[in-house]
Each structure stands twice: as C-alpha cells, then as structure tokens.
C-alpha cells in the first residue's frame, strides 16, 4: 500500500539556530517584532508499505539514517 508521510526536523532546545536569527532579525528590519522564531524541515513522502506502522518505521529509519542527526535534531512523524 502506499501511505504518505509527513516528516518534520527541528532543532533541539537550546541549539543555535543561525538561521532563524537571521530570519527573526528580518522580520524586525521590516518593522514587525517577533519574540521568537524557530525554523523546521518539512518532507512529504510517499512510500510503500504493508501497514501504517510499517510506514512509520521506515520514515523512523529515514530520519535517522539520513535526515536527522540526533545528537542536534528532533524529529515528528505523521502517517497520513
């Protein structure tokens, strides 16, 4: 079967995130005031499977084979 997964990698708490300061910064330049700004990775996959637990696993296996560094990441999985 194929399901689609919805992976979302964040940042964990209290790593610097260069990016999103920059972007918080820009959004000030242009006169808005954000109090605080975190920036995630979304992918939308499709992949075959035989259940929606093994959809799950294999987005797990994923993310931590390749999209994810767990040492600094988090990661959300969501089987549609």
Avoid: W
């Avoid at 637990?53 to 089987?79: D, F, M, W």
């Amino acid at each position: 079967m194929k399901f689609e997964v919805v992976i979302t990698i964040s940042l964990k708490e209290g790593m610097l995130n260069p990016e999103a300061e920059a972007i918080q910064r820009a959004i000030a330049h242009l006169g808005f005031g954000v109090d605080h700004l975190r920036k995630r990775d979304q992918y939308r996959i499709t992949l075959d499977a035989v259940d929606k637990q093994e959809a799950e696993k294999i987005a797990g296996s994923i993310c931590e084979r390749l999209l994810a560094n767990p040492v600094i990441h988090t990661y959300e999985i969501e089987v549609i």
